[in-house]
């Protein structure tokens, strides 16, 4: 049965009660003691977001739980700080899930994750090649998660005059200055996690497809930020300084900057395939397009980013490993299951469809005209192409300081020395 609650990050009180008890939370078996009335429960740390609601999440796992009375699913929420700060805690604390969602492996998380390379539906499932380690797979994966996207207010184009989008940077940039002229607020942007996404949707459509093995040569120190993206960096900085960025940014949350854009109040908005759910669930939106982030004019197969959707992988710690493979495979496999998480975030998965608007139907066309090599990880990276740890939340800090109004030459050196200090 399932329970309509969810439980926080690492709790005292609960650690209190296991440590009096002489309760443990961790284990390498697949068996385990059963929950009460002879249930065994497994719990998945989930990405909680406002299309992916813990309501969502429980009415997600209910048909699995009525087909299996014998598992009870506990969805557990990261709280504030997300997936990838609070896993490290709950492992340091003993008291870690036995599934993680929202989380690719690495080559230093492998070592907490179950091998599922002997599985399939895992081994087979979405770009699991790409986010193999030393060939074998860690996680299965929904489907896949555009990310080097610009959605664009349809009105504020033809304001503008423009009447395509662009091919190219220049043709963008280009852009940028017609839409400010015609009385919009070019580029919609926020404060959080989210401040980097306008900054790589810029930027890593040319800097991977001109520069073979970034993330590898990046890491090891054979490539510099300011030689490979530092133009990016001097491109960005001067479109904050020309206002084609929302002067309040840094002030600016997620869910505010969604609604800004749902309420046509900018002309772009820089967001993964998942905006596509927001629209398709928004009262009276403008009427909104999406297109690749462009490259330079010279690139000519630019990098797209993009993720795995909802990478599910199973705890070595966990008590309930066999339980957990169970609630995995139903996860990444049940036709239904799969269709509702592709749906709500505006994913995609060869075979599997599902009613689609015109926006999401211009998303799969996207998917369509990109080559596989193009696909290329954004952030600290997944599978073998990584970035040092703590890159993506260096970079979210830098690009706020561009937003700031912090030199771009100042931030190409902040993160060359970064690099430099953390390369391996």
């Known amino acids: 049965m399932i ?4 439980l926080a990050t690492t709790s005292i009180a609960l650690l209190a009660v296991a440590a009096l008890t002489g309760c443990s939370t961790g284990g390498s078996g697949e068996g385990g003691d059963a929950g009460a009335g002879g249930t065994t429960e497994v719990r998945v740390l989930v990405n909680i977001t406002p299309n992916l609601t813990e309501e969502w999440w429980n009415t997600l796992v209910k048909p699995f739980e009525d087909a299996n009375p014998d598992i009870d699913v506990i969805i557990q929420s990261p709280g504030a700080d997300g997936v990838q700060k609070a896993l490290p805690r709950l492992l340091a604390s003993g008291d870690a899930p ?18 599922l390379s002997s599985y399939d539906w895992a081994a087979n499932g979405p770009l699991a090649e790409q986010y193999a380690i030393d060939g ?9 998660q555009l990310q080097s996207l610009w959605f664009y207010n349809k009105t504020a184009f033809e304001e503008a005059g423009i009447t395509e989008t662009p091919k190219d940077l220049e043709e963008f940039t280009a852009d940028l200055a017609k839409l400010k002229d015609a009385g919009w607020t070019p580029i919609q942007t926020g404060g959080d996690w989210m401040s980097q996404m306008s900054y790589q949707a810029l930027a890593l459509p040319s800097v991977v497809a001109q520069n073979d ?11 510099t930020f300011s030689k490979t993206a530092g133009a990016y960096t001097e491109m960005y900085a001067d479109w904050v300084a020309k206002g084609y960025l929302n002067s309040d940014a840094l002030g600016i949350k997620y869910p505010d900057a969604e609604q800004s854009f749902l309420a046509g109040k900018s002309a772009l908005y820089p967001m993964g395939s998942w905006f596509a759910a927001a629209e398709a669930n928004a009262d009276n939106p403008p009427s909104i397009g999406v297109f690749a982030g462009p490259a330079d004019a010279s690139v000519k197969n630019p990098a797209m980013g993009a993720n795995i959707a909802s990478p599910y992988s199973i705890l070595k710690s966990s008590d309930h490993q ?59 990276g997944y599978g073998e192409r990584t970035m040092p740890a703590g890159y993506a939340d260096e970079l979210n800090t830098q690009v706020q300081a561009l937003l700031g109004g912090t030199p771009a030459a100042d931030v190409n050196s902040a993160l060359d020395s970064w690099f430099a200090a953390n390369a391996q």
């Open 3 to 6: 329970k309509k609650r969810s």
């Open 98 to 115: 036995d599934i993680v969602q929202s989380l690719a492996p690495t080559p230093e998380l492998a070592q907490e994750f179950v091998d």
């Open 136 to 144: 074998k797979q860690y996680m299965a994966g929904v489907g896949i």
């Open 213 to 223: 093995d970034w993330f590898q040569k990046m890491s090891s120190g054979d490539l």
């Open 322 to 380: 066999e339980a957990a493979l169970k609630v995995v495979e139903y996860l990444a496999t049940d036709k239904a299951a799969v269709v509702d998480q592709l749906q709500v975030d505006g994913n995609y998965r060869d075979g599997y469809e599902y009613e689609m608007n015109d926006l999401a139907t211009e998303l799969l066309q996207i998917v369509s005209d990109t080559p596989a090599s193009s696909y290329t990880p954004t952030g600290n």
